[in-house]
């Protein structure tokens, strides 16, 4: 498989307290992407780090990008009880013009009122 | 308009069975990808369209699976002999172009018995 790794595999918290998911990768990237999903629906997409980049912030979420590492790791500040899906990494590459997606094998955030 | 969509949304096949699963892509959407999700995993790269031309299938598990896009639009991606581990989710994805985010349907959710 050409997957990268995501850890925790699973984190459940309180409502309120920050989550943080961390994802490492193999291939040489153009941009990486955090996906959401909750259970028996399509992905949702969430946010786009280039190469370039170190931090992207969007919302109530802080992505960060180490390229030497092949890491990232998305922040999600003041949890909610909407917050609870899985969370994909997708390590991005652009092969004959197309837009490669690798997936990691997420995380699933639980989070607990 | 309206999101990607996917048909059927469950699929239960005898093994042995062809089965067809259908795709519906955003209105104006030039690229369409294919991904399989097995439970518990990362969706794993299956095709891609660029209009109705094929231009990389490669993730394709064997010669069992078969996808097209005759007309550039809707998509169809076929199974022939269905075995047990062609169970999964299949998800679709559309983007406006190669490079643009990857918009993701519901997924139709494949049992093979």
């Known amino acids: 498989s050409q997957q990268g790794e995501e850890d925790p595999q699973a984190l459940s918290i309180q409502e309120g307290e920050n989550a943080t998911m961390n994802c490492s990768y193999k291939?040489?990237?153009?941009?990486l992407q955090w996906y959401r999903q909750n259970s028996g629906r399509g992905l949702v997409h969430l946010i786009l780090?280039?190469?370039?980049?170190r931090e992207k912030h969007s919302g109530r979420l802080r992505v960060t990008l180490d390229t030497s590492k092949k890491s990232s790791s998305l922040l999600i500040t003041a949890s909610r009880a909407a917050d609870t899906a899985s969370y994909f990494c997708?390590?991005?590459?652009?092969?004959?013009?197309?837009?490669?997606?690798?997936f990691g094998q997420g995380t699933r955030l639980t989070i607990n009122p | 308009g309206a999101g990607v969509s996917q048909s059927p949304r469950y699929k239960v096949a005898k093994r042995g069975q062809d089965v067809a699963l259908r795709c519906d892509p955003i209105?104006?959407?030039?690229?369409l990808f294919w991904y399989q999700q097995a439970l518990g995993q990362g969706p794993e790269f299956l095709t891609y369209?660029?209009?109705?031309?094929?231009?990389?299938k490669s993730g394709l598990p064997s010669d069992r699976f078969f996808a097209e896009r005759p007309e550039g639009s809707v998509s169809t991606l076929k199974i022939q002999r269905t075995q047990q581990e062609d169970s999964a989710v299949y998800l679709c994805?559309?983007?406006?172009?190669?490079?643009?985010?990857?918009?993701f349907g519901p997924g139709t959710r494949l049992l093979v018995l």
């Open positions: 994805a559309s983007s406006l172009a190669l490079r643009e985010v990857q918009y």
């Open positions: 291939t040489s990237i153009n941009n």
């Open positions: 780090i280039r190469s370039n980049e």
């Open positions: 997708a390590a991005t590459s652009f092969i004959q013009g197309a837009q490669k997606l690798v």
């Open positions: 209105s104006g959407h030039v690229s």
């Open positions: 369209f660029q209009n109705e031309a094929q231009l990389d």
